[in-house]
């Protein structure tokens, strides 16, 4: 089960778009959208940002959209805020019925 | 509101066991899998265990086969996850995470637990 890859780092000003890209196989992105998106503060429990590729839980800001393509799952966030730093995760369930996370991406808001 | 509370972490030296603990409360427990996951420190997210609602389904990533294994009681609304012939490299903060109901799904996290492995 290895890794899905994520950038290490991105970063952008306030106001800006950005988005943040996950890459996997076909064992698990390309073949399903059990694709979540998490975000997480640092000493905080991660909390859910999407589903189902693209799906928002009741709660979560629409500047927050999602979309796949083949093996590659993306999440943008539109009208950057100082509160958008954080760390960003994505899991995708596979064809073993498991989970493999991607690696994160610390987002910097400069 | 759902809630996900561990127990259990601690210091424990290498080769030694620890069992966590997790109740749940604010949904229907029995309708749902659960999750382990698990982020050593400084470092990211590890997915470590499910298990189905009626225990039929569990699965385990493959670093832990063996030396770890999933349980739960719909009774007592609560999942357990035994750790045994830990290393140091099993430290880390665990977290309770909330599955599907009948599909799969990942959402509600607890706040964790931290296991120490080390002399």
């Known amino acids: 089960q290895s890794a899905l890859t994520q950038p290490a780092s991105v970063s952008a000003s306030p106001g800006q778009s950005l988005t943040i890209s996950c890459t996997g196989t076909s064992s698990d992105i390309g073949i399903y959208n059990y694709v979540s998106w998490f975000q997480q503060h640092p000493g905080r429990a991660p909390k859910l940002i999407l589903y189902a590729v693209s799906d928002r839980p009741s709660g979560v800001s629409n500047r927050f959209s999602g979309s796949k393509s083949g093996n590659t799952a993306s999440l943008t966030i539109s009208g950057l805020q100082t509160e958008d730093e954080a760390d960003y995760y994505c899991i995708s369930y596979t064809t073993s019925s498991t989970w493999v996370f991607g690696g994160g991406t610390k987002l910097t808001v400069l | 509101e759902v809630l996900l509370v561990e127990s259990g972490g601690g210091l424990v030296k290498p080769g030694g066991s620890l069992r966590l603990s997790c109740a749940a409360s604010?949904?229907?427990?029995?309708?749902?899998?659960m999750n382990w996951v698990r982020q050593a420190p400084g470092k990211g997210l590890e997915w470590v265990s499910s298990i189905s609602r009626s225990s039929t389904d569990i699965e385990y990533a493959d670093s832990l086969k063996g030396r770890f294994t999933v349980s739960r009681d719909n009774v007592k609304k609560s999942v357990y996850l035994q750790m045994n012939s830990l290393r140091a490299e099993d430290t880390a903060v665990y977290y309770c995470?909330?599955?599907?109901?009948?599909?799969?799904?990942?959402?509600?996290w607890g706040q964790g637990t931290l296991v120490t492995v080390s002399s």
């Open positions: 604010g949904f229907s427990f029995s309708s749902y899998t």
């Open positions: 995470v909330r599955g599907g109901a009948g599909r799969p799904h990942v959402d509600y």
